[in-house]
């Protein structure tokens, strides 16, 4: 893998991750761009405890453009996006219009291949890999920044989920402080230390694993599962077998299983629902332990994948019980859910 580090024109980091090692990136970003200005503010709610980060500028930005105007294809033909150089791998920028900025942490934007048309489901394996090996090191060098305490890369995918542009891409984000479902999380790893002297994660995958009516799919280094007490109507749990708190620790067996437990899984939530449906909405959310907290070695490294699609063209909305009172209720039983997607395996 070969790193090219370089600046847009407004002054934002851009970063090429190739495949081959002896590529050159030095087209340079000729657009006329202003300094990007952000007025992001974290508020913190009283009741709640919990923070809200306030990005008023957001309202502003790019919003279902035609193809033709993709900000996220390479530049060709006269025509300048984000992208200055004329092909690409993988690229990671910082988002022109973030909801984290300067002190309140940071933002970012994963470009999975220069390919509009294809969905990460349909990246090869290499790619895919290229991706994970781009996850890994924007978690490093988002480690050393003093504002950031816990980076999210994660992936919406689909008009449902509010994605506003169709080019291939994620996103990452640099929290400041510690989110409030990691600290949950974190309450929960304690408390069941305290109980039974054991580390909740590694408990929660060998149960699920005793059990088998939720595993989706084994791997020799990753295990896939509906939890059992799914929130969404098809949720899985990627875990690595070897705990580990953070991508930056995962070892070269894993990362190389990787993407194809994770191709696999994609591909077939997009058949949950049959042929002629259109491609399942998701998100997709990487699991990290914050940097400094104490007790991070517990945390476990995971993937959680979801839908918002419940059956056919109706989706799951988050109504008065899940938005009103935090209090989830699925329609598709975890066990079922497990079944249909074991059911659409690949031949
Ligand atoms: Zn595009």
């Not at 006269?78 to 910082?94: K, L, M, N, Q």
């Not at 929960?188 to 408990?203: I, K, P, Q, V, Y």
């Not at 020799?220 to 990627?238: G, Q, R, T």
Request: aromatic share 10%.
């Amino acid at each position: 893998m070969k790193k090219t580090v370089t600046t847009l024109a407004d002054g934002r980091e851009l970063i090429y991750y190739d495949s081959a090692d002896d590529i050159v990136r030095d087209a340079v970003d000729p657009r006329p761009l202003d300094a990007v200005s952000t007025s992001s503010e974290i508020r913190r709610d009283p009741l709640l405890g919990d923070s809200v980060a306030i990005a008023s500028h957001r309202q502003g930005r790019t919003y279902h453009p035609p193809a033709d105007e993709c900000p996220l294809c390479p530049s060709r033909e006269g025509r300048h996006s984000e992208i200055p150089d004329t092909d690409y791998d993988v690229v990671v920028f910082e988002n022109r219009f973030p909801s984290l900025a300067g002190d309140s942490g940071r933002c970012e934007v994963v470009c999975f291949t220069s390919d509009h048309d294809v969905s990460f489901a349909g990246l090869t394996e290499e790619q895919a890999g290229l991706v994970l090996e781009a996850w890994t090191d924007r978690t490093a060098d988002l480690a050393e920044l003093p504002q950031v305490a816990q980076v999210f890369c994660f992936e919406n995918r689909g008009a449902e989920i509010g994605v506003t542009l169709g080019h291939p891409h994620g996103q990452i984000y640099g929290y400041p402080f510690v989110t409030p479902r990691t600290e949950q999380m974190f309450r929960s790893m304690e408390s069941h230390r305290a109980e039974t002297g054991r580390n909740l994660f590694d408990d929660v995958v060998a149960r699920e694993l005793a059990d088998g009516e939720r595993v989706v799919l084994e791997g020799e280094h990753w295990v896939a599962f509906v939890p059992y007490a799914a929130h969404w109507p098809y949720e899985v749990h990627l875990h690595p077998r070897r705990r580990v708190p953070d991508l930056r620790e995962l070892d070269d067996a894993a990362r190389t299983e990787f993407p194809q437990i994770y191709l696999e899984l994609l591909r077939r939530f997009d058949r949950i629902f049959g042929p002629g449906e259109p491609p399942t909405p998701y998100i997709s959310a990487w699991h990290q332990a914050p940097f400094r907290a104490p007790g991070r070695e517990e945390f476990a490294l995971h993937l959680e994948l979801f839908t918002i699609r419940r059956t056919p063209g109706k989706l799951k909305f988050l109504a008065g019980s899940e938005s009103g009172m935090n209090v989830f209720i699925n329609d598709v039983p975890p066990e079922a859910a497990a079944q249909r997607l074991r059911e659409v395996a690949s031949e």
